[in-house]
């Protein structure tokens, strides 16, 4: 058995094509979808991102700005800069790329995002959302990774999902989601005990931890589904998943590749909360 791939960029490009029909409708009722990214400081491969969502917005005809910020701004100055964009009629969604520098606190900054307006999905209110099942903007990883799985009419409900990482803006989520969805879901991480005797169960195995190549075919089950969430880059320059790639997809039965996988839903949905928070605008 060889996997069959899941692109994330040729499944972002399909998707991005209905957005641009969708933005254009709000724009023939004046209503210019807006994302402003808050970057501070200048770490390379935050900059990276940040352009990588501001091209992505101009793709499906969203306007976005990009609010640079020197490395030592106070906590107090971006959080007034937050409160300006909350009460600005004209942002429809707002993103502070993390991390941030060590003296703000970032659960303080995430907090201050208006929620109508967290196309991250970050905030407290609207992760109490999404573990209700309420109508929110879900954290864009996570919702990728969903949005990939039902492409392929892969079966969910009913299925084991091993998720490895419990991060609060992957592994954690990703878990809700598909409880949501009705899997049966398990949680592990650094301090598991015999990892594998959980994954080697899993229908669908996700794994987001951030090492390089780490989860080889002994870590399946014949026929699972890999989501490779990782991405690390390796002193060639190359990127790679957590997943290795090559020695597992003989085994699975779909797998994520990276580059070209999970990195381009991101952004993808992120885009489709930014066009949500201007539709909600619409519909006050
Ligand atoms: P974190 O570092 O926040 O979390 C890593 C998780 O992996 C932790 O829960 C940790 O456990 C667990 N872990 C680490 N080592 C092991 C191990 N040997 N065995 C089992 N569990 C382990 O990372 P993120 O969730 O933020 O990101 C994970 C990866 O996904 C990174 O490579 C990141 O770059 C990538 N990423 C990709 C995105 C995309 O769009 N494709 C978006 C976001 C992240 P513990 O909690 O016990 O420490």
Same mark, same amino acid.
């Given at each position: ?13 399909? !998707? ?8 254009? =409708? ?11 990214? &808050? !970057? ?15 091209? /992505? ?7 976005? =700005?990009?609010?640079?910020? /020197? ?16 009460? =600005? ?5 707002? !993103? ?12 303080? &900054? ?7 307006? =967290? ?7 609207? *992760? ?35 998720? *490895? ?29 015999? !990892? $594998? ?40 320059? $190359? ?15 779909? &797998? ?29």
């Amino acid at each position: 058995m060889v996997a069959e791939i899941i692109n994330g960029k040729e499944l972002s490009s399909e !998707l991005k094509l209905n957005m641009k029909e969708k933005v254009s =409708d709000l724009k023939k009722n004046k209503i210019v979808p807006h994302l402003t990214v &808050i !970057l501070v400081g200048d770490n390379p491969a935050s900059k990276s991102y940040v352009n990588g969502k501001k091209k /992505a917005c101009a793709e499906t005809g969203i306007s976005s =700005d990009i609010i640079e910020m /020197a490395d030592s701004i106070s906590e107090e100055k971006l959080l007034s800069t937050i409160n300006k964009l909350n009460q =600005d009629q004209s942002v429809h969604g707002i !993103l502070v790329q993390l991390p941030l520098p060590d003296h703000i606190n970032e659960q303080h &900054i995430i907090e201050a995002i208006d929620p109508k307006k =967290d196309v991250d999905g970050f905030h407290p209110v609207n *992760i109490g959302k999404m573990m209700t099942g309420a109508d929110t903007f879900l954290p864009c990883t996570p919702f990728g990774i969903v949005t990939m799985l039902k492409s392929k009419d892969i079966n969910i409900s009913g299925q084991h999902v091993v998720i *490895i990482g419990r991060s609060n803006i992957v592994g954690k989520p990703v878990g809700q989601l598909l409880l949501n969805e009705n899997a049966t879901v398990t949680y592990c991480h650094s301090k598991t005990e015999d !990892l $594998r005797s959980f994954t080697t169960n899993a229908d669908i195995l996700i794994v987001a931890i951030g090492k390089a190549n780490v989860l080889t075919e002994e870590y399946l089950k014949p026929g699972a589904v890999v989501i490779d969430v990782g991405i690390n880059r390796l002193d060639n320059g $190359r990127l790679t998943g957590d997943v290795d790639f090559e020695n597992v997809k003989n085994k699975a039965s779909f &797998i994520t590749p990276v580059p070209k996988g999970v990195g381009p839903m991101t952004i993808t949905m992120l885009l489709q909360n930014t066009i949500k928070a201007a539709e909600g605008l619409e519909k006050q």
